[in-house]
Structures are given as structure tokens and as C-alpha cells.
């Protein structure tokens, strides 16, 4: 792969298009130069970001609108277009990608910005566009590449400050870069699922484990067992190792066996004496309940016998009550028909009453009907003499009120038009107030908005600055995690250092006691030997000696030393040695672990100090995390209040724009408004002299001064008209009521006299009725008139209710009497109380024998479930453990967890590229630095011993002839190894990746820490690298490269952003 042209717009500080051809140098090696900040890096950025859509930096990622410039318009659309070769089957082919990142555009319609997402195109050799899908786009590009982007940014793009990283990073993060760059995560796939299938048997011997002790802990164990404390013991063995022990489970499985045999013998016996009881309780509640229902009979019987004698004690008053209702009910009869009487006796003398006085009106009446008549004739002439005059007044006024009614209209009309001349005068000043008011307004507009040209701008740039704090609080909050964890993680170091210290303490003391009792014992033996063996005159069966003047005897402490207790010493020690292991590998790991949540909470926190100060310069270097939440809140304050003054901004320049652009169009309809109101004007005075005129010939036309006038005189004839009128009402009515009145006075004589015949002969009738009543009931009249004025008629009811209701309580008496003693019959009234006791104690002894049934119940119940789940755990234990032992043994071995031997699989397998690697590497070294110094790995013993240090580099000095931490390496020879190694890794890659075909290098900046000699080696070897086909740019502001490099891309930047040019020797 080799850059042809890189082209860029509004890009990072690059505001108008850049193209930069990198055929124009005539030497491989060139130089890009500039001040500090011109825009040198960003070069190196693009060539990145239209790769992978990325920024070259792994520590200052940056991507979207933090590329976009912001010496260009928002209207300019961003872009980084990268054409370059890719060698295939030996020939060159030609690739274009053009990439736009995610950036802010202004609106089409209206203010405002909205955010467009990244797109990119990749134009193939044959001038197709590959894929208008991103994700196909950019998988293509790495795949004609053939690398990653963290493989690139290692061999090809070397970024400010970052590629000596992999020359100072200890062996795990070689490992985590070699594994992409070499493609080994195999290898730590095999080394996880060992720990993974270790960690799933681990899980299932503790959730065996943790099952078993919950089954142990259901044990029930009777107070009264005759072996409950030993049951108790084994159960608490149990439950509180941290291990499981079989020997103990087996003798618990044993002991619950014997328990539950002994348990079913006494639930059968439990309930049989359950079953007696519930007999015996049965029977006592029969008796109890039939002496209950008994004594019920009793009492019922003695309250119906009270009830009857009750009943008796008042059958003399129920006697006299009925006997008074019959009186009260004749008595009311007798009164109704004496009422009736009375009444027909009132009509008869009223009807002749009426007859005698009619008659004597009728004369009387007669002549006043005559007068009447005659009143009436005269009042109607006068009414018609009367009429005639209204209606000659009439017709005069309505002529006169016309004419006044359009004298008043005319000047109504002429009151209006001098109105409506003043109103379109004051109209036509206000319209031309308005429109000299609007200008005003606009030429404000304009002024303001001038003022406010920049709040768009503004505003996205608070935005941008708010996403930045939210990122910082989010990447705050993972530091605070990961500072929280790493405390966490010291202190579980420490507990796990301090349990392995005792772990080693204990295998020490009892390993010493082995090795001298075992020692002790061999010694015994061979005594033991020469006692037995050795006999006077026979030789010795070591040095052949027929004499024996001082055969071994044996210490008197050691006689009771056996092979049996050498063999336990031996099983304990072997116990420890396990104890030990695990402790040790538990505290390895843990400081393992330490080690790397140090790491991981240094690069966050060094991530997170280098973005606060990119944001907020003024942070000081190393500043606490509760120091720099603090900064960030106070920043994010700030940004608040900031942030509601620019949307303010914002608001009102969206506001006066829009005004602004309705400005015209209103003071167009203001102008018009001012013409027509000068117009309306003009047409109000022509109407005013028109009505003028006709209000004067009107006014020539009238016959009464005022309408009040001819009213007047119309209000005159109308009043003698109603009262002509009125008079002839009174009189007609007059002798209309005489004629009724004598008519009706005649009517009423012919009816009384013939209705009075009628009312006698009724009269009569109940005059006889009322006699035949008095005889049959047998009352005098003063004896009814009392009855009916002392009683009402209503009692005599309520009377017959109680007689009713004492019948119906004697015979309920009666009926509850012969139950009750059909119930007793021959029987004595009971014991209640003592049948009750007798029942009470039945039910206590039911209660007792249940609750022994049950508890006894539950315990077989429990404890035969708990014997029933742990039998088949046992088998499957054994099974657990042997698997977990095999894959337990092959992953410390593989993952580097054995002591001595603490590198893992993988490691080992990228030492054999690291080798390789420094191979290649150290023909630069040596080169630059006059061979003084080549690189080197740590051996195998020491790879392995204590951690995995397998990846970790030595410096050889071939002065010293002495090996050292490249730690020690000054800076400029730090840069000149990074280098060497940057360049022995790009060998290898490609060495190893046959379809790699990387012709480029960009080396961005280091070259100060060198001293003349050594940036005179540096280049050098690089000049002999670009003396092939590989094109190598070193990006730096050192002015002696100048001399040394001719080719160079010069780099300015000025108030509208950077500039490039070629300089060319």
C-alpha cells in the first residue's frame, strides 16, 4: 500500500481544500515540517481517519464533528479523500476513498444546524463505487490493506508520543498488541476455556458442596435419641467446613439411617394412641352436646309454663277490651247517620231562605235595567263623534312626522359624514405614524441581528463543549470504579498474601517434624538391625567386621516411632504442601490482578487527566479524582449558564431573521395602508356637502316645529277617543249586568221553588233512618254523643289487635310447653359442667397425642428426604472432583499459574515473533547506535519466574558486556530502540502476512531527544530503508532535519487555518 494524493477539506484546522501529492518528492524519505500546531499531525490524522474512519491517535481518540474545522463555514461540507496503490499479481492497482465525517450542516429551511451522519465511498481500480454500505465499505479497505487499525497505527502510521509504547510496556500489553498483530488469541482461547471449564467444575463441587450442607441442615434430631449429640456433631462438621468431607458424610448417612428406622417403630405407635384419643374425645363430645340440647328442653318448658300463667292473668281485661271496641263501633255508626240527617235538615232551610229573598228582588231589578238601557244610547254617540276626530288628527300627524323623520335621518347623515371626514383624517395620520414606526423597527432588526451574526456558531460550539463534559463525567465515573476497585483489590492482596505466610508457616513446621522423625525412624530401623543381626564371630553385613564392640541402641524417645505414623506425618505434610499451593496461587493471582487494576486505573486515569487538559488547560497535572470532579462540576456550571445565554442568542436571531424577512412585505401593506386611508379621506368631504344639501330642502317641508308636537296633538284626539270609548264600555256593561242580574234573580226562583219538594221528602227519609239505627244498637243518644267524644274510632281497632295477639301468645305457649316435654320425657335434668370438664380433658389429650404424631411425622418426613437427596451426591462428587483435578493441572500449567513457571500458552508462542522481531530490529539498533547496544529477551528461567515476564525487553551494552531494564535507557536512545523495534515489527508483519504490501512509513515526531550523532544514525538508517520502494515521512519540528532531509512538505497556518506547499531539492 502506497499514498498517491490525500485531499482535504474543512478538516481539523485544514479550512479550503488541501491536495497533497506525494509523487512530488524526488527521495522516498521526506520531511514534513512546521511550527508547533500548524497542522502537521492532522496530515497524519487523515491519512488515518479516511482508512478507518478513526483518528490516528490511540490515547486522544477524535472523531464526527471534532474533525470538522472550525476556520471553515458550516455550510462547507467536510472531507478527506485518500487515493493510493495496492499491489497485486505484480501490478499497481489504484484505490480512492472518500470519506466525510459526522458533522453539523445549517438547515435548509429556517436557522438552525443539524447534525449529518458519516458517510464514505471507495472507488475500485476498474472506477466503480465498491458499496454504499459503510460497515461492507470499511471491512473492504481493511481487507485490501491487510491490517487493523492498531495494527497500522504499529508499522506504518507511528503516532506523537505513542510508539515507544511497546518498547516500555511490560509483557501483558506486548501480549495484548502482539496478539492482534500476529493473530495468537488462539492460544488464550485454549488457556480461557480451560479456566472457564475449570471454573464451571469448581461451580458445580461448591453448588454440590453448598447442596449438601443445605440437605445436612434440614437434619431434625429428637431430643430424646439415644445418639443425638453424635448426630449433632457430624451435622456441625458439616455445615461448617469449607470442604466435603466423606468420611463424616458416610457416618451422617449411616446414623440417619439408624434414626429413621427407630422413627417409623415410633409413628406407628403415635398413632395408634392418636386414634384411642380421638375415639374417647369423640365420645365425651356426644354427651356433652345431647346434655346441652337437654337442658335446653328444660329451660324451654319452664318459660312456656310462665308464659300460659301470664296469658291467664289477663283474659278479664282482654274480656272487657272487646267488649268496648263493639260500643265504639256502634257508637260511630249511630253518629254517622245522625250527621247525615243534620245535613239534610241545613239544605231545606237554606232553599227557602234563598226563594223568599229572590222574590222580593225581582221589581227592584226590573227598573234598573230600564236606566241602563238608555245610558247606553247616549254613551255611543259620543264614541262615534269622538273617532271621527282621532282620525282626521291621525292623518295630519303621520304627514308631519314623516317629513320630521327624514329631516332627523338627514341629520343623522350629515352628523356621520362630518364623523367619518374627521375619523379617515385622524386614520390617514396614524397609518403614516405607523409606517415612519416600522422603518424604525426594522432598521433595529437589522442592528441586533448584526450584533447576534454569530450565536449559531457560538451555540455549537457550547454544545460541542457539553458533550466533551459529559464524556469527561462518564470517563470521571469509570476512573472513581476503577480507583474504588483497585483499593478493593489491595486489600483482598494483602488477606491472600497473609493466608499464604501461615499456609508456608504451617507446611514448614510440620514438613521439619516429617523430615526429622522419618530421619529418626530410618535411623531406628537400621539399629533395630544391627540388634538382630549382629552376633560374635560373624561379620557385619555393612563393613564386614567380625567384632561389634558398640552394636546401635536405640534412643529411648524413638522406640514408639511406626511406619503407620510416619505414613500420617507424610499425608499431612502432603495436606499443607496443597494448602500452600492453593494460597500461593490465590495470592499470585490476586497480585496479578492488583498489578493489572494498577494499570488499568493508571491509563484511565492518564486518558483522563490528557483529555481535562485539553478541555480546561488551566488543570494541574496529577489532580486528585474528587479535585477534578470538582473542577469538572464547577466547568459544567459555567457551561449552564453559559449555554442559556447562547440559546437565548440563538432564539432571538432565529426570531429577528424571520422578522427581518417579513419586513418588506409589511412595509409595503403599510404604505398601502396610508394611500388608501388619504383616499377614503378625500371621499368623506365629496359625501359630507351631498347631505348638507338635503337636510335644507327637508327642512322647508315641515308642518310642526318638532315630532314632539305632532305627537302631542295625536296624543290628544287619542285620549278623547279611549275616553269616549271608555264611557260608552262603563255604560254598556252596566246594562249588560242589569239584564243579567234580573234575568238570573227569575232563574233562581223557578229552581228553588221546584228543588224544595225534593230536599223535604230526603229529609224525611233520614229522619226514619236514623230512629231504626238508634233501636237496633239499643245506645240512648247522650251514650253515643259521650262514646264517640271520649274514644276514637281507631281504638276500637287496636282493641281487636290485642285480643288477637293474646290468643296467638297462649297458643304458642301451649305449643312449646308439649314439645318440650315430648323432648324430656322420663329424663333428669343433666351435669352439664362436669360432662364439659370430661370433654376438655379428652380434647387435651387429643392435642397432645396430634402434636407428638406430627412432630414425629415431620422429622421422619424431613430426614428421610435429606437421606434420600444426599445418597446419589456422593457418587457424583467423586466424579466432579477427578474431572476438576485434570483441568486444574492443565490450566496453571498453560496459564502460567505453577510457581517457577509463570508463563502462560500464549506468551510462548509470541516469543517465537518477538525473536524474530529483534532480529530484524537490532540491524537498525546496532546501526544507530554505532553497535553499542542490541535488544534482547529475558531468558527462559527468568521469563517464568515470579510473573510472566516472557515479552519483557533487556538492552545488551557491548561496552558493559551487562544486561539492563530498557527502563534505563535515556531518552534518545529509548526513541532510537522504539524505532528499531517499530521497523523490526513492520519486517515481521509482512514476512508473516504474505498479502501485506506496506511501501509507507509516517513517523510523527521524537527526533528532539537525539542528539546530532545519534538523529544523524537515525536518519541514516532510515534513508537506507527509503532507498527501495518504501516512501517514509517523518513529521517533525526540528530544524537540523532541515539540513538533512531536502524533500519537505512545508506546513503554515494563519487566521484562516493551515497551508501546505512542497519544498523540493
Known amino acids: 500500500m502506497r499514498p498517491l494524493t490525500l485531499s482535504l477539506e474543512a478538516f481539523g484546522s485544514y479550512a479550503k481544500r488541501t491536495r497533497i501529492d506525494f509523487t512530488r518528492p524526488n527521495q522516498n524519505l521526506f520531511l514534513i515540517a512546521g511550527d508547533t500546531g500548524a497542522g502537521k499531525t492532522t496530515l497524519f490524522d487523515a491519512i488515518v481517519f479516511a482508512l478507518y474512519g478513526e483518528a490516528s491517535s490511540n490515547l486522544n481518540k477524535k472523531d464526527g464533528t471534532e474533525l470538522q474545522s472550525q476556520f471553515a463555514d458550516y455550510s462547507t461540507e467536510p472531507f478527506v479523500e485518500l487515493t493510493f496503490t495496492e499491489q497485486s499479481g505484480g501490478a499497481a492497482l489504484q484505490y480512492t476513498v472518500h470519506r466525510v465525517p459526522r458533522h453539523l450542516r445549517p438547515l435548509k429551511k429556517g436557522a438552525g444546524l443539524k447534525d449529518e451522519k458519516e458517510t464514505v465511498s471507495l472507488l475500485m481500480p476498474d472506477g466503480r463505487e465498491y458499496s454504499l454500505n459503510q460497515k461492507e465499505t470499511d471491512a473492504k479497505l481493511e481487507e485490501i490493506v491487510g491490517l487493523t487499525k492498531e495494527q497500522f497505527m504499529q508499522i506504518a502510521m507511528i503516532a506523537q508520543g505513542e510508539f515507544m509504547e511497546l518498547l516500555r510496556a511490560d509483557s501483558n500489553k506486548k501480549k495484548d498488541i502482539f496478539r492482534k498483530l500476529f493473530n495468537t488469541e488462539l492460544f488464550q482461547r485454549i488457556v480461557d476455556e480451560l479456566a472457564r471449564q475449570r471454573k464451571a467444575r469448581n461451580t458445580e463441587i461448591a453448588q454440590l458442596h453448598t447442596a449438601c450442607q443445605t440437605e445436612v441442615a434440614h437434619i431434625l434430631i429428637p431430643e430424646d ?42 409413628l406407628s405407635a403415635a398413632r395408634k394412641a392418636y386414634e384411642l384419643a380421638a375415639g374417647d374425645r369423640d365420645a365425651s363430645r356426644d354427651a356433652c352436646n345431647h346434655a346441652k340440647a337437654l337442658l335446653g328442653s328444660f329451660t324451654q318448658l319452664e318459660q312456656a309454663q310462665q308464659e300460659l300463667a301470664a296469658c291467664a292473668a289477663a283474659e278479664p281485661e282482654m274480656a272487657e277490651a272487646g ?122 432588526w437589522h442592528t441586533q441581528a448584526a450584533l447576534r451574526a454569530d450565536a449559531f456558531q457560538l451555540l455549537e460550539r457550547w454544545k460541542a463543549q457539553n458533550r466533551e463534559a459529559g464524556n469527561l463525567a462518564e470517563e470521571l465515573a469509570v ?84 511406619r503407620e505414623l510416619i505414613d500420617e506425618l507424610a499425608k499431612a505434610v502432603e495436606k499443607c504442601q496443597q494448602e500452600q499451593t492453593r494460597a500461593s496461587t490465590a495470592a499470585g493471582s490476586a497480585a496479578e490482578l492488583l498489578k493489572e487494576k494498577q494499570a488499568s486505573f493508571a491509563a484511565a486515569k492518564t486518558k483522563l487527566e490528557a483529555r481535562l487538559t485539553q478541555s480546561l488547560p488551566d488543570t494541574p497535572a496529577g489532580l486528585p479524582l474528587e479535585q477534578a470532579q470538582q473542577r469538572l462540576a464547577e466547568w459544567k456550571a459555567e457551561l449552564q449558564t453559559q449555554g442559556k445565554k447562547r440559546q437565548q442568542d440563538a432564539e432571538q436571531l432565529v426570531q429577528l431573521q424571520e422578522a427581518i424577512k417579513g419586513a418588506g412585505g409589511q412595509r409595503q401593506m403599510l404604505q ?37 308636537q305632532a305627537r302631542q296633538a295625536l296624543a290628544q284626539a287619542t285620549k278623547d277617543k279611549e275616553l269616549a270609548e271608555a264611557a260608552y264600555a262603563v255604560a254598556l256593561a252596566a246594562s249588560q249586568a242589569a239584564k243579567t242580574a234580573w234575568e238570573t234573580a227569575a232563574t233562581l226562583v223557578r229552581r228553588y221553588a221546584e228543588e224544595l219538594p225534593g230536599q223535604q221528602k230526603i229529609q224525611a227519609a233520614r229522619q226514619e233512618t236514623y230512629q231504626s239505627i238508634l233501636a237496633e244498637k239499643a245506645l240512648p243518644e247522650a251514650v253515643w254523643l259521650m262514646v264517640t267524644r271520649t274514644h276514637a274510632k281507631t281504638e276500637a281497632a287496636a282493641l281487636r289487635a290485642r285480643l288477637s295477639a293474646h290468643e296467638t301468645r297462649k297458643a304458642t305457649a301451649a305449643g312449646m310447653a308439649a314439645a318440650a316435654r315430648a323432648a324430656i320425657g322420663d329424663a333428669t335434668r343433666p351435669d352439664l359442667p362436669k360432662l364439659e370438664e370430661k370433654q376438655k380433658a379428652a380434647e387435651t389429650d387429643l392435642e397432645s397425642k396430634r402434636a407428638s404424631l406430627e412432630q414425629l411425622n415431620e422429622i421422619y418426613r424431613v430426614n428421610h428426604g435429606v437421606y434420600q437427596s444426599l445418597q446419589p451426591k456422593m457418587a457424583e462428587r467423586g466424579q466432579l472432583v477427578q474431572s476438576y483435578v485434570r483441568v486444574d493441572s492443565l490450566y496453571n500449567r498453560l496459564a502460567g499459574k505453577v510457581t517457577g513457571a509463570r508463563m502462560d500458552l500464549e506468551t510462548f508462542v509470541q516469543r517465537y515473533h518477538l525473536q524474530r522481531i529483534l532480529y530484524a530490529a537490532n540491524q537498525r539498533f546496532r546501526d544507530m547506535t554505532a553497535g553499542q547496544y542490541e535488544l534482547r529477551m529475558l531468558g527462559d528461567e527468568q521469563a517464568g519466574d515470579g510473573k510472566n515476564r516472557g515479552l519483557d525487553l533487556l538492552v545488551y551494552s557491548s561496552v558493559t558486556g551487562k544486561e539492563r531494564e530498557v527502563r534505563t535507557l535515556s531518552g534518545g536512545e529509548s526513541f ?44 541514516r538508517v532510515l534513508q537506507k530503508m527509503a532507498a527501495g520502494s518504501k516512501l517514509i515521512g517523518i513529521i517533525s519540528h526540528v530544524s537540523e532535519l532541515k539540513q538533512e532531509i531536502e524533500d519537505q512538505l512545508i506546513v503554515t497556518k494563519d487566521e484562516e487555518g493551515s497551508h501546505v506547499s512542497w519544498q523540493i531539492s
Open 225 to 266: 435419641y439415644e445418639s443425638a449429640d453424635h448426630l449433632q456433631e457430624l451435622t456441625r462438621q458439616l455445615i461448617m467446613s469449607d470442604h466435603l468431607n466423606m468420611a463424616v458424610m458416610e457416618e451422617l448417612l449411616r446414623e440417619l439411617g439408624i434414626l429413621e428406622r427407630q422413627l417409623k417403630t415410633r
Open 672 to 708: 398601502g395602508q396610508s394611500d388608501r386611508a388619504n383616499q377614503d379621506s378625500a371621499s368623506a368631504r365629496v359625501a359630507l356637502a351631498k347631505a348638507q344639501e338635503a337636510y335644507d330642502s327637508l327642512a322647508a317641508q315641515k308642518t310642526f316645529e318638532t315630532e314632539a
Open 479 to 562: 476512573a472513581g470504579q476503577l480507583q474504588t476497585g483497585l483499593r478493593e483489590q489491595e486489600r483482598l492482596a494483602e488477606q491472600t498474601q497473609e493466608q499464604y505466610r501461615l499456609a508456608r508457616q504451617r507446611f514448614q513446621a510440620i514438613n521439619e517434624e516429617y523430615n526429622d522423625k522419618q530421619l529418626a525412624f530410618l535411623d531406628a530401623q537400621a539399629g533395630f538391625l544391627a540388634q538382630e543381626k549382629l552376633k560374635p564371630g560373624e561379620p557385619c553385613p555393612v563393613c564386614g567386621s567380625v567384632e561389634h564392640p558398640r552394636p546401635c541402641r536405640l534412643p529411648a524417645n524413638h522406640r514408639e516411632l511406626t
Open 976 to 1019: 532510537m530502540a522504539a524505532l528499531s523495534l517499530a521497523l523490526g515489527m513492520a519486517d515481521q508483519i509482512q514476512a508473516s502476512q504474505a498479502a501485506i504490501n506496506l511501501d509507507m512509513m509516517f513517523i510523527d515526531e521524537g527526533f528532539g531527544a537525539l542528539d546530532e550523532h545519534a538523529r544523524d544514525q537515525a536518519v
Open 323 to 444: 267488649r268496648l271496641a263493639e260500643v265504639i263501633d256502634a257508637s260511630y255508626e249511630l253518629a254517622a247517620s245522625y250527621q247525615r240527617l243534620t245535613d239534610a235538615a241545613q239544605a231545606v232551610r237554606q232553599t227557602e231562605s234563598e226563594l223568599t229573598k229572590q222574590q222580593a228582588l225581582l221589581p227592584r231589578l226590573k227598573q234598573e235595567q230600564r236606566q241602563t238601557a238608555e245610558a247606553e244610547q247616549s254613551a255611543g254617540q259620543a264614541r262615534l263623534e269622538a273617532a271621527a276626530h282621532y282620525t282626521q288628527t291621525e292623518q295630519q300627524v303621520k304627514a308631519a312626522l314623516a317629513v320630521l323623520a327624514r329631516l332627523g335621518r338627514a341629520e343623522l347623515e350629515l352628523h356621520c359624514c362630518q364623523q367619518t371626514l374627521n375619523g379617515r383624517k385622524e386614520a390617514a395620520r396614524l397609518a403614516q405614524d405607523a409606517l415612519i414606526t416600522f422603518e424604525q423597527q426594522e432598521q433595529q
